[in-house]
């Protein structure tokens, strides 16, 4: 039985434990990340969720994972690309680009960006979870960011923004934060 960790709205851990599933309540909130990969020529990767999957069965999706209990959000982030696509990333890779707080369904969503080239024929994909993975481009994936209406208005934004964001030449990396010159 897999563990989270029950945060405050601020992130911080609360010393409490609940089993995966669990409904948290008012004031309790876990930590979810979100990892949009992209490559060289700007194509971002999707992948497809089996269609056993209680959340978005058969939906594509970027990589998703919950923190499990003592695992901080970067942590996080690169054990589940390993985990769903079979890529080893360095976390020195993995950009954090935002913390969104969505209180109805008490979760804490931080966002990572990961620019790696690789083919993604050569994808070793999580079985159970992940059925299928492509590469799209800047356009689809903001076609796609716009429809996922099962998110909040305010992550749409943020996202697409992030996006847009990396249409820029030079990118710089500074910490755990994208720098644009």
């Given at each position: 039985?897999e563990?989270?960790?029950?945060?405050?709205?601020?992130?911080?851990?609360?010393?409490l434990?609940?089993?995966k599933?669990?409904?948290?309540?008012?004031?309790?909130?876990?930590?979810?990340?979100?990892?949009?990969?992209?490559?060289?020529?700007?194509?971002?990767?999707?992948q497809?969720?089996?269609?056993d999957?209680?959340?978005?069965?058969?939906?594509?999706?970027?990589?998703?994972?919950?923190?499990?209990?003592?695992?901080?959000?970067?942590?996080?982030a690169?054990?589940?690309?390993?985990?769903?696509v079979?890529?080893?990333?360095?976390?020195?890779?993995?950009l954090?680009?935002g913390?969104?707080?969505?209180?109805?369904?008490?979760?804490?969503?931080?966002?990572?960006?990961?620019?790696?080239?690789f083919?993604?024929?050569?994808?070793?994909?999580?079985?159970?979870?992940?059925?299928?993975?492509k590469?799209?481009?800047?356009?689809?994936?903001?076609?796609?960011?716009s429809?996922?209406?099962?998110?909040?208005?305010?992550?749409r934004?943020?996202?697409?923004?992030?996006?847009?964001?990396?249409?820029?030449k030079?990118?710089?990396?500074?910490?755990?934060?994208?720098?644009?010159?």
């Amino acid at each position: 039985m897999e563990l989270f960790d029950i945060l405050d709205k601020d992130g911080k851990p609360t010393g409490l434990t609940a089993a995966k599933g669990t409904q948290l309540q008012g004031g309790h909130f876990y930590l979810g990340i979100h990892v949009y990969i992209y490559n060289s020529s700007m194509e971002f990767l999707l992948q497809q969720r089996s269609y056993d999957k209680a959340f978005l069965p058969g939906g594509w999706e970027v990589v998703l994972e919950h923190a499990i209990a003592g695992e901080t959000s970067k942590e996080c982030a690169v054990r589940g690309i390993k985990e769903e696509v079979g890529l080893c990333i360095h976390e020195s890779d993995v950009l954090f680009t935002g913390r969104m707080i969505w209180e109805e369904c008490n979760h804490i969503m931080d966002v990572y960006f990961v620019k790696a080239d690789f083919n993604v024929d050569e994808l070793t994909l999580e079985r159970g979870k992940v059925i299928g993975a492509k590469f799209v481009s800047k356009e689809q994936i903001l076609e796609h960011v716009s429809e996922i209406c099962y998110r909040p208005e305010e992550y749409r934004q943020f996202i697409t923004h992030e996006i847009m964001k990396l249409n820029r030449k030079t990118i710089l990396y500074s910490g755990n934060k994208i720098l644009y010159e």
